[in-house]
Each structure stands twice: as C-alpha cells, then as structure tokens.
C-alpha cells in the first residue's frame, strides 16, 4: 500500500504560478510512475503530467504543455508539479497517482491515489 500526500494548493490569480508536491509513503518510491490528474466539478479526471521512475522521462496533457512541469526526488519520495501562468480553466482538484511499471496517461492504469489538493485560479 502506498500512501500519497499532496499539499501546496490554494487560491491565486490568473497568470501566477504554484508549486504542488505529492509526498510518498512507500520506500521503494523509485519503482513506481508518477502522474498528475485534475477533476473539476462537473468534469472527468484529466490527465495532467507524468513521469517515469528515474525521473528521465516526462509527458505532459496538451492543455498545459509549456506551463506545468513535473519532477520528483527519489531520495525524498516525492513528486512536484510546477504550475506556471495559470488560467482560470486550471482550477480544479488535483490528485497525485502511483503505478508500478511504465509511465501512463490513462487514469485507470494507477494503482495509488492521493486524496486531491484544491488549485483555485481567479480572473
């Protein structure tokens, strides 16, 4: 069982930036994929960003491809997504997700979810 903490959410403005951070329980961290999903109200989960286990390989969702950036720190268990120049339409609750093998896009390929962290971007 591997526990997922996110923190770092909050409330900004359009155009600033915000830094998430999902921190793991499993000491065997480095075998697992990392992702980022959103869900706003209403909505599906999204796909945001994942990245592999060594950290050498990155995708990111159309939607906010040359603005979010994932990373993580294996000596740390834990994975970052740098959100910068916000929209409005990126606010959502976003969740932190582990899979063991392979990067993956699709919500249903992971095996761990945290429980969410709300990004509120004003106008």
């Known amino acids: 069982q591997v526990l997922l903490v996110e923190s770092g959410g909050g409330l900004v403005q359009a155009g600033d930036s915000l830094r998430l951070s999902c921190a793991a329980s499993?000491?065997?961290?480095?075998?697992?994929?990392m992702g980022w999903f959103r869900q706003a109200p209403g909505k599906e989960r999204e796909f945001v960003a994942t990245i592999s286990k060594a950290g050498g390989t990155t995708y990111s969702g159309d939607s906010v491809k040359g603005r979010f950036t994932i990373s993580r720190d294996n000596a740390k268990n834990t994975v970052a997504l740098q959100m910068n120049s916000l929209k409005p339409e990126d606010t959502a609750v976003y969740y932190c997700?582990?899979?063991?093998?392979?990067?993956?896009?699709?919500?249903?390929?992971?095996?761990?979810w945290g429980q969410g962290t709300q990004v509120t971007v004003s106008s």
């Open positions: 499993e000491r065997t961290f480095s075998s697992y994929a």
């Open positions: 997700a582990a899979r063991r093998g392979m990067t993956s896009t699709k919500r249903d390929d992971y095996d761990y």
